[in-house]
């Protein structure tokens, strides 16, 4: 119970503050349906599949590739995020500059507290 009202903690502050963003392997495969554990805080997170029923589990429930071609500053795809993530969505992870840049990563994952 105290890791669901930790997560629900984190997601809450990403909310009010700004969008948590994470700088994801490139490789790591998110879909619809998946459910993750995420560690860390701040711009590195680590995620990993877990069943959905796990405490504190995340669901995605929206991936797609962020609109533009060249890099269009954090507050846009932030923007973005907000404006085509699903209005369940609770928290999502965007691209930063350095992984559009460096590693090709125009992915916006939308996520929902799974319970």
């Avoid at 990403?14 to 490789?27: G, M, N, Y």
């Avoid at 669901?59 to 973005?80: C, H, L, M, N």
């Avoid at 085509?84 to 928290?91: G, H, M, V």
């Avoid at 840049?101 to 916006?108: N, P, S, T, Y």
């Amino acid at each position: 119970m105290k890791l669901l009202a930790a997560s629900v903690v984190v997601i809450l502050f990403c909310l009010l503050a700004v969008a948590c963003e994470a700088k994801l392997d490139p490789s790591f495969d998110l879909k619809m349906g998946d459910c993750i554990e995420e560690t860390g805080l701040g711009e590195h997170y680590s995620v990993k599949h877990v069943s959905c029923s796990a405490p504190g589990a995340l669901r995605v429930v929206a991936v797609f590739d962020a609109s533009y071609k060249d890099w269009p500053g954090q507050t846009v795809i932030e923007a973005e995020a907000e404006r085509r993530c699903p209005w369940s969505a609770t928290s999502y992870f965007v691209p930063t500059k350095e992984s559009w840049e460096q590693g090709g990563d125009r992915e916006i994952v939308c996520l929902v507290e799974a319970y």
